[in-house]
């Protein structure tokens, strides 16, 4: 078996892919790959140095961090534009009308008294240059007391920071230079460990060029594996100074993928999804920010739902995928893809391993059995893949029997023949065949397993009764020996099968499922790799390594197990991503089990009213300020009153009231099932975030457009 959990081909389906060159040794930079129009520019050259210093402020979960700027939990209350402009002009008029009054001496001269008080009678000659200056002094001192006053009281400040330059100045002005013991791009932490030739090299790879986003995060991998002790400082400081940005590579001898579609941040392990909406439903902190997932939120699983079209591949599957493979080439994740072929889950080149179930070209098998070499946790994987669905949908529930039935014929087969039965011989095994039974026997007699015989003989005991699961299990799997899959889930170690016990390695993998004509073997498969996946990951000692399974159809595939094994990856450092068109195609009794162990949840634009309760119910109430404003209109009886009433109803465009608030609080859903499918616009979502360490937004308006 080889490091990325794949067999050697031996058989004749199609030709092995040809292992991938060493890459050149020194700084010699790959081609870049080109990105499609309109993707964003990825950080390289001179860019990413400026891309590695902008800040990152600590924000709430899902917030963009990239160049973040926090905004205040409340929202400031804001002057109406009219109000606040015509304010404004009726400030200046007044301050016009109070110094042209003093200035004509209709106020009489006692401003004045301060000004004679403080000069000499000499200077008071005419045509004193000093007089001259001292006077219009001041008066130029109590203009600006005047302006000052009625500035404040028509609110200049506000209007300018609106409506003027300020408001114009878009984008902040250049930080300066961080020091070089604080300069990322200067590698501190390692000349603080004394590696200091490593990190010189290192830093004059990003100077020049010749770093991508991917070397510093993958670099950074293996100095936290330093650190931890997994490696050791002489090697990976040895890797450095011979390969500098291209030290500690993929297997795959890959720096980047071949084409990037979303944004990405992989210094905080970000992958950016939208914008959140500027909306009042949304809190005031949240709004336009930018929207992100990583694998501290994919840790506690993703569940996603919406019809057909309404962007659940598009833009929260190809993203997310294609984020985890970042993260694989950087050595933090490894991920598993699984989808229809032709669903654009990313091209094949953005993988190390492609499983094309039912094509003939495809190089690589699947593994039906997980790789593992135990009857007893093959036979659980396999009843769960074949009759999960078939449970009864409570929680409690399991499907012991197919896996005590199963166990009694994968265990004797494998003491006979020293592997396990391909899908044919495991068809006739079920069927009851006599001649495959008969020769099974007579195998364990000659190995004298009497234990073996033991279960061979209930088996065939409970053959004759009539309630008997293995017929079930015969037809499930009869669905599975199709020609069209003739040459795949072979056990004879002709073919290339793929073993998710490979997750141990950042390895990169996409499943493809055959669709037309055999949607009922694809959910076959869809459970398989969900059971395999909970099932390996959940074993595995190094559990640093992010390990998530991307299933872009999860119809007929929630079954109570599956919600056993989706609760249990968090503490595992693994996650699920999941989508379904509705909630519909989960059992009544297992939507809220399924909705509560998953810690993200996305609602989509055109969900159904029904949906869209159970989303309500798991998000809650929140308690809200509702306000009861009566407004009575105020009547003048004189004709002063009656011109003052003119005025303010030209200042406002409101006709003047006397207005009466009650505010009371009140319990409502944070959004009802109403809203979720009428109100949420086309290309909008409504989603919320909780990460591995218990802090959780709460739902959001998200443009996925954006």
């Known amino acids: 078996m080889d490091s990325d959990g794949t067999h050697e081909a031996r058989g004749t389906r199609a030709n092995p892919v040809p292992r991938p060159a060493a890459p050149p040794e020194g700084p010699a930079l790959p081609p870049m790959p080109t990105a499609p129009p309109g993707a964003p520019p990825r950080p390289d050259g001179s860019a990413f140095l400026a891309w590695l210093r902008t800040p990152r402020p600590k924000a709430a979960p899902g917030v963009w961090r990239f160049g973040h700027v926090p905004r205040p939990e409340e929202e400031p209350e804001a002057v109406p534009a009219r109000q606040l402009i015509s304010g404004a002009v009726i400030a200046f008029l007044v301050g016009w009308l109070i110094w042209s009054l003093l200035w004509n001496g209709y106020l009489g001269g006692w401003w004045l008294l301060p000004l004679y008080a403080m000069i000499p009678d000499s200077w008071a000659q005419p045509h004193s240059f000093g007089a001259v200056v001292v006077v219009y002094a001041y008066y130029l001192l109590i203009a600006l007391v005047i302006l000052v006053g009625v500035g404040r009281l028509g609110r200049w400040g506000e209007l300018w920071r609106r409506y003027g330059p300020p408001a114009w100045r878009r984008s902040a002005p250049p930080s300066r230079p961080p020091a070089p013991e604080e300069d990322p791009a200067e590698w501190p932490q390692l000349r603080a460990a004394g590696a200091v030739d490593a990190a010189e090299r290192l830093a004059a790879e990003a100077r020049t060029g010749l770093m991508r986003d ?32 291209a030290a500690c590579l993929h297997p795959s001898g890959a720096r980047d993928l071949p084409a990037r579609q979303a944004r990405h941040d992989l210094l905080t392990g970000q992958v950016r999804l939208g914008t959140t909406a500027d909306d009042p439903r949304n809190p005031y902190a949240y709004r336009g920010t930018g929207l992100a997932l990583g694998p501290d939120l994919l840790g506690t699983s993703l569940l996603a739902v919406g019809p057909a079209g309404s ?15 970042l993260h694989a080439l950087a050595g933090r994740a490894a991920v598993v893809v699984v989808g229809a072929a032709g669903a654009g889950l990313g091209p094949a080149d953005a993988y190390d391993v492609v499983v094309r179930i039912g094509n003939p070209e495809s ?44 166990a009694q014929l994968l265990g004797p087969f494998r003491a006979v023949h020293g592997r396990f ?149 968090r503490s595992a450092g693994a996650g699920a991503v999941l989508t379904l068109r509705t909630l519909d195609d989960v059992p009544r009794p297992l939507r809220g089990p399924l909705l509560g162990a998953t810690g993200c949840r996305v609602a989509l634009s055109g969900l159904t009213p029904w949906d869209g309760q159970d989303f309500a119910e798991v998000w809650g109430k929140e308690w809200t300020e509702a306000r009861d404003v009566t407004d009575r209109q105020i009547i003048a009886e004189t004709p002063a009153g009656k011109a003052v009433h003119m005025l303010r109803r030209v200042i406002t465009g409101k006709a003047p009231t006397a207005r009466a608030v009650t505010v009371r609080q009140v319990e409502r859903e944070r959004w009802s099932a109403s809203e979720l499918a009428h109100a949420v616009p086309p290309g909008h979502a409504v989603l919320s975030l909780t990460d591995v360490n218990g802090e959780h937004a709460p739902p959001l308006l998200v443009d996925l457009r954006g």
């Open 214 to 245: 991917v070397d510093h995060a993958r670099i950074v991998r293996a100095w936290q594996g330093v650190r931890s002790g997994r490696h050791s400082l002489a090697a990976f400081t040895g890797a450095v100074l011979s390969e500098g940005a």
């Open 363 to 406: 190089v690589y098998d699947l593994d039906l059995y997980g790789g593992t070499t135990d009857p007893d946790e093959a036979a659980a994987v396999l009843a769960e893949a074949l009759v999960g669905d078939l449970a009864d949908p409570h929680p409690g529930s399991d499907s012991r029997r197919s896996t005590t039935v199963l």
């Open 421 to 569: 039965p391909s899908v044919p011989e495991l068809r006739q095994l079920l069927d009851g065949a006599p001649g495959p039974l008969a020769e099974l026997r007579k195998g364990l007699q000659a190995s004298g397993h009497a234990s073996l015989l033991r279960e061979l003989d209930a088996r065939e005991r409970q053959l004759a009764h009539p309630g008997d699961v293995a017929g079930v299990l015969a037809d499930r799997i009869a669905l599975l020996d199709r020609p069209a899959f003739a040459g795949f889930f072979d056990t004879s170690g002709s073919s290339r099968p793929f073993s998710l016990k490979a997750l141990d390695h950042p390895v990169r993998v996409r499943i493809d499922l055959p669709q037309r004509g055999h949607a009922d073997a694809s959910r076959i498969l869809s459970r398989l790799v969900l059971a395999q996946f909970t099932a390996s990951v959940t074993v595995r000692e190094d559990r640093s390594l992010f390990a998530c399974l991307v299933l872009d159809d999860a119809t007929g595939v929630v079954t109570p197990e599956a919600v056993r094994g989706i609760q249990r990856l």
């Open 311 to 325: 962007g659940k591949t598009g833009s929260v599957v190809r993203p997310l995928a294609e984020s985890l493979c």
